[in-house]
C-alpha cells in the first residue's frame, strides 16, 4: 500500500466489490423488461422498428402478424448455445428468464394499455430513453435480452469494445433491412430512436465504471 496520502484517500474511498443478492436480481430482471415492454411498446404503436433482435422480431410482426412476443422467444432460441460457450449457466439462465418475461410483458400490454394518440417522434425518443435503461439494468445484473445483446457483452468483455457504440452499429443494420418494409420516413425516425437507446447505454455502461457483480 502505498504511504502517499493522495492515494491512501483514494483506494479507501473506492468500495469493495459486491455481489447482487438473489432477491436483487430478481428484481432487476422484472423492473428492466417491464421498462422494455413498455417502450416497445411505444415503438410499435408508432409503427417504427428499433435494432437487434427486438428489431427482427418487429419486421417479422410487420409481415406475417403474429404476436411480438411469440417471434422474440423463437428467435433467441439459438443465442444461448453462445451465451452457455462464452458467458456461462448464470447468464444463461437471467437472459432466458428476461426473454421469457418480455414476452409475456409484451403479450399483455395491449390489455392493459390502450394508445389512442402518438407522435412518432416522441416515441422514438421515449422508447429509446426506456430500452436503453432497461438494458443497463439488466446488463448491470449479468442478464441480457438474448441475440445481439449476447454478442456486445462478450465484445465488451473480451476486448473492452463499448456496448453502446458497437450496438449501434448492428441496429443500424437492421434498420437499413427494415426499409423493405416500412416507409423510410418511418425508418428515419426509428434511427433517431436507435441514437437515443445506443447512447444511453455508451455514456452508462463503461468497462471498470460499474463494480458490482
Known amino acids: 500500500m502505498s504511504s502517499n496520502p493522495e492515494v491512501l484517500v483514494q483506494e479507501r474511498s473506492v468500495p469493495a466489490t459486491q455481489r447482487h443478492t ?20 411505444l ?14 422480431g418487429f419486421l417479422l410482426h410487420y409481415a406475417t402478424g403474429i404476436g411480438f412476443g411469440k417471434l422474440f422467444f423463437i428467435i433467441n432460441l439459438p443465442f444461448y448455445i453462445l451465451a452457455f460457450r462464452k458467458m456461462g449457466w448464470q447468464f444463461v439462465l437471467k437472459t432466458f428468464s428476461a ?46 435480452l438474448g441475440g445481439f445483446n449476447i454478442l456486445v457483452l462478450y465484445l465488451q468483455e473480451r476486448f473492452g469494445w463499448r456496448v453502446g457504440l458497437v450496438q449501434l452499429v448492428l441496429d443500424s443494420m437492421i434498420l437499413l433491412l427494415s ?27 463503461r468497462p471498470g465504471r460499474y463494480i458490482a457483480m
Open 179 to 205: 426499409t423493405l418494409t416500412i416507409p423510410f420516413s418511418a425508418v428515419a425516425i426509428s434511427l433517431a430512436g436507435a441514437a437515443v437507446l445506443n447512447l444511453t447505454l455508451a455514456i452508462n455502461h
Open 99 to 144: 426473454v421469457l418475461l418480455l414476452s409475456i410483458f409484451s403479450e399483455l400490454m395491449p390489455l392493459v394499455l390502450r394508445i389512442e394518440s402518438l407522435t412518432p417522434l416522441y416515441a422514438a425518443a421515449m422508447g429509446g430513453l426506456l430500452t436503453g435503461v432497461a438494458l443497463l439494468v439488466l446488463f448491470r445484473h449479468k442478464a441480457s
Open 22 to 41: 438473489l432477491l436483487e436480481d430478481l428484481q432487476a430482471i422484472v423492473a428492466g423488461t417491464m421498462l422494455m415492454s413498455l417502450g416497445v411498446t
Open 43 to 56: 415503438f410499435g404503436k408508432a409503427g417504427l422498428i428499433t435494432g437487434g433482435v427486438v428489431g427482427l
